[in-house]
């Protein structure tokens, strides 16, 4: 499919047109009709510009006028025999994929040329909407902005996929945080613990502002100490009785760990995947339309 806009030309005042007798073409008609552009995907705004083409002498006192409508649109009046051109947009200034050209004038049927008149219309279909590399530079920013946030978006939720991966390690936790760490429970803890321990590092080296820097601090100690669990002096007070959680973390985890439980319900693997998929979809559509942009955009970005 073309990227950039092509032409089409629709016949006005000829002898195709009007009755020619006599060195004068009379009696002209204008069909409505429908005029197709050849579609392609686009990034950027786009307008058609409509431009009248004359030759020979096609003097006239009578204002003759058509109406330009694309689908969806109002219609744009174009008093052709006076202004040399006019742009036709489309209300969100999308591809406009046919117009249909009607004779707006009442003059057209009363009106007389020299036989030498021929008048036409050179439509260019869908060119880029833009005048200026400033213009063109905003344009594509905007796009990279909505490209950032999409990425964002999608790498969020691939957090939250790797932290309901560790849902029950979290919620067995929460619910042993004041218990006594005997060695069955500490052995329990520290197996389950390496086995989360990618999506607690991940969590707390950033987790895409799922937690503050504060609570990320917390569970950088915290996934430390989780690693000398298997050593049981570590969680014996000096008279051999055992800690609890909170004694060997300290109390401000708890906070922590009961956040990321409950970004971790029972069931939100499933949702956050789904949800994942439509985001990565998402992201890779708006870098797609960020490098349709940049190519599109290259006469003005790269002058």
């Known amino acids: 499919m073309p990227v950039f806009a092509d032409t089409s030309s629709v016949d006005l005042i000829s002898p195709a047109r009007c009755t020619q007798s006599g060195g004068r073409l009379t009696r002209c008609a204008i069909p409505t009709q429908t005029l197709n552009a050849t579609p392609f995907t686009s990034a950027v705004p786009l307008r058609t510009?409509?431009?009248?083409?004359?030759s020979?002498?096609?003097?006239?006192?009578?204002?003759?006028?058509?109406t330009l409508t694309p689908p969806g649109n109002a219609g744009t009046r174009y008093t052709f025999m006076s202004t040399a051109e006019v742009i036709?947009?489309?209300?969100?200034?999308?591809?406009?994929?046919?117009?249909?050209?009607?004779?707006?004038?009442?003059?057209?049927?009363?009106a007389a040329f020299n036989d030498t008149c021929r008048a036409s219309l050179s439509i260019t279909w869908n060119e880029v909407d833009v005048d200026s590399t400033a213009q063109a530079q905003a344009i594509l920013q905007d796009l990279q902005n909505d490209l950032d946030a999409k990425v964002a978006q999608r790498d969020?939720?691939?957090?939250?996929?790797?932290?309901?991966?560790a849902f029950d390690f979290m919620k067995t936790l929460a619910n042993s945080f004041?218990?006594?760490?005997?060695?069955q429970t500490a052995y329990a803890l520290h197996v389950q613990?390496?086995?989360?321990?990618?999506?607690?590092?991940?969590?707390a080296m950033g987790c895409n502002g799922a937690l503050t820097d504060e609570e990320s601090v917390i569970?950088?100690?915290?996934?430390?100490?989780?690693?000398?669990l298997s050593d049981p002096t570590k969680y014996h007070h000096p008279d051999g009785s055992p800690k609890t959680l909170e004694e060997l973390i300290?109390?401000?985890?708890?906070?922590?760990i009961q956040k990321l439980s409950q970004l971790s319900q029972a069931g939100a693997k499933e949702q956050y995947q789904a949800q994942y998929q439509v985001a990565a979809q998402v992201a890779a559509a708006a870098q797609a339309k960020v490098a349709l942009a940049t190519t599109q955009l290259a006469p003005w970005l790269n002058p």
């Open 49 to 54: 510009t409509v431009r009248r083409v004359m």
């Open 56 to 66: 020979g002498n096609c003097s006239t006192q009578y204002p003759l006028e058509v």
């Open 88 to 110: 036709v947009r489309d209300l969100d200034r999308a591809l406009i994929p046919s117009m249909e050209l009607r004779d707006s004038s009442s003059w057209t049927n009363v």
């Open 156 to 165: 969020h939720l691939a957090s939250l996929v790797e932290y309901s991966a």
């Open 178 to 183: 004041l218990v006594d760490l005997n060695n």
């Open 193 to 203: 613990a390496q086995e989360a321990a990618p999506v607690i590092f991940t969590a």
């Open 219 to 228: 569970l950088t100690n915290f996934y430390f100490v989780l690693g000398s």
């Open 250 to 256: 300290g109390p401000q985890a708890l906070p922590v």
